[in-house]
C-alpha cells in the first residue's frame, strides 16, 4: 500500500461547501456561484496565488500550489460554510485507504482512538459502512495500537466517494456563510474607533453588501488614539473582503462639537444631536458612494443614545434605509463576534469622546433637538462636514485623497 500523500492517483486540493446558496432557484444559483468564483479568484489573485476551479454539485475544487494558503484566504469569503483540505483519489479502494493512512499517520499514534466518516454518491460497490470498515481496517492496520471510537474519537478522517473521485480529509475550516459579497449592492458604513461597528460592518458584508466606511472624525473634542483606531478597524475589516478595494470616507465632526459649545446647546441633548448629524452626513455621502444604505453598530439600550425614544428621534427626516444589524445583539454576543472577525483589542488607548455629557437624555423631545439644530445652523455644518473629505484606503491605510471640492467630486472608479 502506498502511504505517500500524492501519487499518480491523487492530488491535493481544497474544497469549499456553500450553504444558503441551496435554497436559491436555478439561475440565482447559477450567478451566485458564479459571484463565489470571481470573489474566490479576486482574494487569491490579491494574495499573489493561483487557483483553477471545478464545480461538482454542492461544492467548489480549488486546485493549485498552496492548499494550505488557498485554504486560509478562502476561509474568509462569504458564502462559504466550511473548507478543507483534501486529497482527491482517482482509483478504487485501495487509493482511498492510502490517502486515508497518510493523512491519520500525521495525527495518530499508539493509544489514540478514532472514526472513520464514510460517504458515497453512488448506488453500487461498496456502500458507506463498508467503505468506513475497510479503510479503518487500513488504518487499525498501519497504525499500531489504536481503538475505534464512533462517538468521541481523538481523530476523524472523512472519506468521501463521489462521481468526479474519491476524496479523503480530516478537517474543516469553518468559514462565514451568508451571501457572496456583491450580491446586495453597496452599502455606507459608520464606523467607529469602538467595538460595534465593525461586526455591524462584517454582518452586511455578510449579507452581500460591498461596503465604503464613514468615519466622523471630532478632532479636538476625540480621544487622541480614536482616528487612528478606526483606521485599524478598517484595515482589519479589508481582510474579509480580499481583492475588493475597500475604501474609508473621513468627514471632519469637530465644527458640530465647537458650534454645540458656543451656543451653549443643553449638555444632555448633545449624543442625540451628535447622531442625527451623523446620520445626516451619511445620508448625503450616500448617493456619492453609490450606495443604497446606511449601517450602524447601534444597538437597543446599550447606551443612553440607543434608547427606543432617542433612536426614532436620531432617524427622524431620514429618506434612506438604515440598517442596525445589532439592533438586538448582547454585548457579549458582539464581543464574542468581534473577537472571532479580528477586530476586538482590549487595550485600545484614549477612545473618550470630549462632549459626552454626564446626563444624557435618554428620551429627547424631538422639538426640542429641531430647535436646537436650527439655532445652530445644523445644515451648513453637515455641508461642510461632507466638503472636507479624507479618503482611506485599506491597503496601506494611509489617506490617498484630501479634498474640499464641494460635491459631487469624486467618482467611484
Ligand atoms: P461602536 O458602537 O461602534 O462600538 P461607539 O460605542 O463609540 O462605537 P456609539 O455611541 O455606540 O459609538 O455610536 C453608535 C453608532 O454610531 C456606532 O456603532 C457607529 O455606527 C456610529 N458612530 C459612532 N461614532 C462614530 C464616528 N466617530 N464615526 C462614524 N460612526 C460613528
Ligand atoms: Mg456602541
Known amino acids: 500500500m502506498q502511504t505517500g500523500e500524492e501519487n499518480s492517483n491523487s492530488e491535493r486540493l481544497v474544497m469549499v461547501r456553500y450553504g444558503e446558496l441551496f435554497l ?11 459571484l463565489l468564483l470571481r470573489n474566490i479568484g479576486k482574494a487569491l489573485t490579491a494574495a499573489g496565488l493561483n487557483g483553477h476551479y471545478e464545480t461538482p454539485r454542492g461544492r467548489i475544487l480549488i486546485f493549485g500550489d498552496e492548499p494550505e494558503k488557498i485554504a486560509d484566504i478562502v476561509s474568509r469569503i462569504f458564502g462559504l460554510v466550511d473548507v478543507s483540505i483534501c486529497i482527491r483519489t482517482r482509483g478504487g479502494i485501495g487509493d482511498l485507504c492510502s490517502g486515508a493512512v ?62 468526479f473521485g474519491g476524496l479523503v480529509y480530516d478537517s474543516r475550516i469553518t468559514a462565514p456563510g451568508g451571501l457572496p459579497l456583491g450580491t446586495q ?37 476625540a480621544g487622541c488614539d480614536v482616528k487612528s483606531a478606526a483606521i485599524e478597524n478598517h ?11 475597500l475604501m474609508m470616507v473621513i468627514a471632519n465632526s469637530e465644527p458640530l462639537y465647537d458650534r454645540m459649545q458656543e451656543l451653549r446647546i443643553p449638555p444632555r441633548y448633545r449624543c442625540v444631536i451628535c447622531k442625527r448629524f451623523m446620520h445626516q452626513v451619511a445620508s448625503r455621502l450616500m448617493a456619492h458612494e453609490g450606495a443604497l ?29 438604515v440598517l442596525r444589524p445589532l439592533i438586538t445583539y448582547d454585548k457579549e454576543e458582539i464581543i464574542t463576534l468581534a473577537r472571532r472577525i479580528g477586530t476586538f483589542d482590549t487595550h485600545p488607548g484614549d477612545l473618550a469622546c470630549r462632549a459626552v455629557p454626564k446626563m444624557p437624555a435618554t428620551a429627547a423631545v424631538l422639538e ?18 461632507c466638503t472636507e473629505l479624507q479618503y482611506v484606503t485599506a491597503l496601506n491605510c494611509e489617506i490617498v485623497s484630501d479634498t474640499s471640492t464641494p460635491l459631487p467630486g469624486r467618482t467611484n472608479d
Not at 192 to 217: F, N, Q
Open 368 to 385: 426640542a433637538i429641531l430647535a436646537c439644530e436650527q439655532k445652530m445652523d445644523i445644515d451648513s455644518i453637515v455641508t461642510r462636514a
Open 102 to 163: 497518510a493523512l491519520a499517520s500525521a495525527h495518530l499514534s499508539a493509544g489514540m482512538s478514532f472514526a472513520v466518516r464514510a460517504k458515497r454518491q453512488q448506488k453500487t460497490g461498496l456502500d458507506s459502512q463498508e467503505l468506513g470498515a475497510q479503510i479503518g481496517s487500513a488504518i487499525y492496520e498501519h497504525i499500531p495500537g489504536l481503538s475505534v471510537n464512533l462517538d468521541h474519537p481523538d481523530y476523524e478522517v472523512f472519506v468521501e466517494v463521489r462521481d
Open 235 to 245: 484595515r482589519r475589516l479589508s481582510r474579509w473582503c480580499a481583492g475588493y478595494p
Open 293 to 321: 444604505a446606511m449601517v450602524t453598530g447601534e444597538n437597543l439600550g446599550q447606551v443612553a443614545s440607543q434608547t427606543l425614544a432617542n433612536l426614532s428621534v436620531i432617524s427622524e427626516g431620514l429618506t434612506v434605509p
Open 24 to 34: 436559491k432557484s436555478e439561475p440565482v444559483k447559477h450567478h451566485f456561484i458564479g
Open 185 to 221: 449592492g453597496r452599502a455606507l458604513v459608520l464606523l467607529s474607533s469602538g467595538i460595534d461597528s465593525p461586526v455591524a460592518s462584517w454582518l452586511a458584508m455578510k449579507r452581500g453588501c460591498e461596503i465604503t466606511h464613514l468615519h466622523l472624525d471630532g478632532g479636538r473634542w
